[in-house]
């Protein structure tokens, strides 16, 4: 009789949690998109500020559930603290590159953060990488020159940005598999929701709206930054029920949604030469994920902590 994880899991619990990965999936991809319009009415630090203020609460009633608030006692304060300021520059650079940058190109550009981690992980994380995981990362990297194309009409900031985004999110993901097993993950979204909420909140005052927003602007803002947070949630209900293997794949449906929502509510579809690069991305992501099973740090390319 088995009784490892797969044994713990309640019977016909597979297919719910296939099913709640893809909430947390639409959830990640509707808040994005939510973001690229109020960044016509809003700057970037104080929708990032509304968000982390939604995502904390959300971190208290995680702690409140696991039963300690004092995270300040977790061991490894160091890389928790650089776990947190890595995700918080992945909020404010991505934040800031949707003012310029098209939704689909700019997920694409973000989706090569499991490429980075496989080209970093022999540094930060000794791990061998085989030949033909190299062969991917250099399919999906071309793919990436597809859609950035030096000399087309992407706005060389915002694909800055998003490359910031996509570089400090892997070391985000290589810092949580360092801290996995060492770490509760309720302590670990805990520490990362109280330094992104310091990160946003320090440029937040010098980029205030240009009107006071009303209150029901203000409870609208918080409602798309709680839309973020429960996303979390969804994925660590998900991964309770489903093998983070087979989920893994699966993260890329994210990027087909931004394409969606760039195409019919941007209206700004992607070139051609931009959906190849695209459809690189996205099969030498699903090849890295399948190639070997998924630990704890890829478990979504989707904004982990909120």
């Not at 713990?8 to 973001?35: E, M």
């Not at 090849?287 to 998924?294: D, E, I, N, T, V």
Request: glycine share 8%; proline share 7%.
């Amino acid at each position: 009789m088995s009784t490892g994880p797969a044994a713990l899991r309640p019977p016909g619990s597979k297919g719910a949690g296939v099913a709640l990965f893809f909430c947390a999936l639409v959830a990640f991809a509707s808040y994005d998109a939510f973001c690229k319009q109020m960044l016509q009415y809003y700057p970037a630090p104080f929708i990032n500020l509304m968000r982390y203020l939604s995502v904390i609460c959300i971190a208290f009633a995680m702690l409140l559930h696991h039963g300690d608030l004092r995270i300040w006692r977790a061991p490894q304060k160091k890389l928790l603290v650089l776990r947190g300021v890595m995700l918080g520059t992945v909020a404010t650079c991505f934040m800031t590159a949707l003012i310029w940058m098209p939704l689909a190109e700019a997920t694409a550009i973000y989706f090569t953060a499991p490429l980075l981690m496989v080209a970093l992980s022999p540094r930060l994380v000794g791990e061998q990488v085989q030949r033909s995981r190299w062969v991917a990362v250099t399919v999906g990297f071309g793919g990436m020159l597809l859609i950035v194309r030096p000399g087309g009409d992407l706005p060389w900031l915002g694909t800055l940005l998003m490359a910031v985004s996509a570089v400090c999110y892997a070391i985000f993901q290589l810092l949580t598999r360092r801290l996995a097993g060492l770490v509760p993950s309720p302590v670990q979204y805990g520490y990362t929701a109280l330094v992104c909420l310091a990160v946003t909140a320090l440029p937040a005052p010098f980029f205030l709206p240009v009107h006071r927003p009303a209150w029901g602007e203000v409870l609208l803002l918080l409602a798309g930054g709680a839309c973020s947070g429960a996303a979390q949630w969804l994925l660590l209900a998900a991964f309770e029920r489903v093998e983070a293997s087979t989920l893994a794949p699966l993260n890329y449906f994210q990027l087909l949604l931004a394409v969606a929502f760039s195409t019919f509510w941007f209206h700004k579809p992607p070139d051609g030469l931009a959906m190849s690069g695209i459809a690189l991305i996205v099969a030498a992501g699903i090849y890295l994920a399948r190639s070997r099973p998924a630990g704890p740090a890829v478990l979504a390319v989707a904004r982990a902590g909120g």
